[in-house]
């Protein structure tokens, strides 16, 4: 049994690895309980067309880089359109309103590196 840290997009774990047995078949891994916390990147600064923070979130369900913003400061959207387009492991991930209301705030640029959870946006 062997035991590795290792680090996947800023989330640190803990694997163990145990010997497969001699007929070839691979290692069995077993997962953490749940992530170390890994050092944090100082946070970039807010693109310069970012408006007043709104009361609602609009955050990444999953880490990725920002591909696209299809949303506009001051922009009227409706439940589930696209707000901002991640790219992760060469997929297109459309991160949607949550409800009506209108975009106060792109909190991101594109190009810009985002951990799940990450804030890209709010509305009103």
Known sequence: MKNYTITVNGN???VVVEEGASTGAPAAVK???APKAAPKAPAAAAPAATGAAG???IEAGAAGKVFKIEGK????V????AVVILEAMKMEIPVVAPQDGTIASI???VG???EAGAL???MN
Request: overall charge neutral; charged content about 25%; hydrophobic content about 40%.
């Open 12 to 14: 640190v774990y803990d």
């Open 31 to 33: 997962a953490p309980a």
């Open 55 to 57: 009361g609602v979130k």
């Open 73 to 76: 400061v001051g922009q009227a």
């Open 78 to 81: 409706k439940k589930g359109d």
């Open 107 to 109: 909190n991101v640029g």
């Open 112 to 114: 810009d590196p985002v």
């Open 120 to 122: 890209l946006a709010t």
